[in-house]
């Protein structure tokens, strides 16, 4: 597939989408694919209604060293995988590097979303009857990196809204508490939608949309919010809703830190027209109104209830 490079806003366009096509899908059509169970304690699905946030130690450790394959793949070519973005401005330490929408181009990621338990343990934590996938993506900060993940939620860089909504967060690297992302526990009840954030420099962006407000200063206020966070060993995993707001300080990577993060649907969600741009995913020609629910072509029912 050749490469298409074109810049809109913060999106650099490389491969075009294409509707995905694999064997999985063709087996979810027949209704013969089922994915990985695994059974989510009734203490983590609680927790995470009510913080927006829960750890699982080493939920995907048998799936570190296979994503780690797919991110390298990722990370050495960026201009062959799609919506490749660096963080870093000329001159600053470091590296941070982040892709997504490339799981049907990425063999290891296409694996992790249909054989992996991920579908299972996000329709559990959303409390839904199926989990539908949305989209991956694949983070790098190398050793040296001082560039802070702005605060935010991702709800509002996306197409998407509603409130059955599950981030699966996987960690590739062991990193220190103070290095971890934060997350501020029930932000994602507050009723709340705030700017969207470039991740290169912190400033907002689609300041248009009258729906949101800009993120308070968490960062130099953690003593007033209820933060979780957590040391990571790699397959460690954290899920987290689409409304909780996170974030990273900008102290020094003292080592690298990589993760592999996928996002899924439940019942409720459907397509929202945002004003200005949406980054993940732009998807173009995509046929879909407000208020429609997410086309399953593009965006499959991996899981559902029993």
Same mark, same amino acid.
């Given at each position: 597939?050749?490469?298409?490079?074109?810049?809109?806003?913060?999106?650099?366009?490389?491969?075009?989408?294409?509707?995905?096509?694999?064997?999985?899908?063709?087996?979810?059509?027949?209704?013969?694919?089922?994915?990985?169970?695994?059974?989510?304690?009734?203490?983590?699905?609680?927790?995470?209604?009510?913080?927006?946030?829960? /750890?699982?130690?080493?939920?995907?450790?048998?799936?570190?060293?296979?994503?780690?394959?797919?991110?390298?793949?990722?990370?050495?070519?960026?201009?062959?995988?799609? /919506?490749?973005?660096?963080?870093?401005?000329?001159?600053? @330490?470091?590296?941070?590097?982040?892709?997504?929408?490339?799981? @049907?181009?990425?063999?290891?990621?296409?694996?992790?979303?249909?054989?992996?338990?991920?579908?299972?343990?996000?329709?559990?934590?959303?409390?839904?009857?199926?989990?539908?996938?949305?989209?991956?993506?694949?983070?790098?900060?190398?050793?040296?990196?001082?560039?802070?993940?702005?605060?935010?939620?991702?709800?509002?860089?996306?197409?998407?809204?509603?409130?059955?909504?599950?981030?699966?967060?996987?960690?590739?690297?062991?990193?220190?508490?103070?290095?971890?992302?934060?997350?501020?526990?029930?932000?994602?009840?507050?009723?709340?939608?705030?700017?969207?954030?470039?991740?290169?420099?912190?400033?907002? /962006?689609?300041?248009?949309?009258?729906?949101?407000?800009?993120?308070?200063?968490?960062?130099?206020?953690?003593?007033?919010?209820?933060?979780?966070?957590?040391?990571?060993?790699?397959?460690?995993?954290?899920? /987290?809703?689409?409304?909780?707001?996170?974030?990273?300080?900008?102290?020094?990577?003292?080592?690298?830190?990589?993760?592999?993060?996928?996002?899924?649907?439940?019942?409720?969600?459907?397509?929202?027209?945002?004003?200005?741009?949406?980054?993940?995913?732009?998807?173009?020609?995509?046929?879909?109104?407000?208020?429609?629910?997410?086309?399953?072509?593009?965006?499959?029912?991996?899981?559902?209830?029993?």
């Amino acid at each position: 597939m050749e490469a298409q490079a074109s810049q809109s806003g913060f999106n650099e366009w490389t491969i075009p989408w294409e509707a995905p096509d694999c064997e999985e899908i063709d087996q979810l059509k027949a209704g013969r694919f089922q994915p990985p169970d695994y059974e989510l304690s009734p203490q983590d699905i609680e927790t995470y209604q009510r913080d927006g946030v829960v /750890f699982l130690k080493g939920a995907f450790a048998d799936w570190v060293d296979p994503l780690r394959a797919g991110l390298s793949r990722n990370v050495a070519n960026p201009d062959s995988y799609r /919506f490749p973005a660096e963080s870093t401005n000329p001159g600053e @330490p470091g590296r941070f590097f982040d892709s997504y929408c490339n799981w @049907p181009l990425i063999p290891e990621y296409r694996d992790f979303v249909f054989h992996s338990p991920a579908a299972s343990i996000a329709g559990q934590a959303m409390q839904a009857s199926q989990a539908q996938f949305f989209h991956e993506h694949a983070f790098m900060k190398e050793p040296g990196t001082q560039k802070a993940t702005p605060w935010h939620q991702d709800m509002p860089y996306y197409c998407v809204t509603g409130e059955q909504t599950c981030s699966v967060y996987v960690a590739l690297d062991q990193v220190d508490i103070d290095l971890s992302v934060k997350y501020v526990k029930g932000s994602h009840l507050w009723g709340k939608l705030y700017h969207p954030k470039v991740w290169l420099d912190g400033e907002d /962006f689609n300041t248009v949309d009258e729906t949101m407000e800009p993120v308070p200063d968490i960062g130099g206020n953690l003593d007033q919010y209820d933060i979780a966070s957590w040391a990571l060993e790699p397959g460690d995993t954290i899920l /987290f809703t689409f409304r909780t707001l996170h974030g990273t300080s900008d102290g020094v990577m003292r080592k690298g830190r990589s993760a592999f993060s996928t996002r899924w649907m439940g019942d409720d969600v459907r397509y929202c027209d945002r004003p200005g741009e949406t980054t993940s995913p732009p998807y173009e020609a995509h046929g879909m109104r407000e208020g429609d629910r997410m086309r399953e072509d593009w965006f499959p029912v991996v899981w559902r209830r029993a």
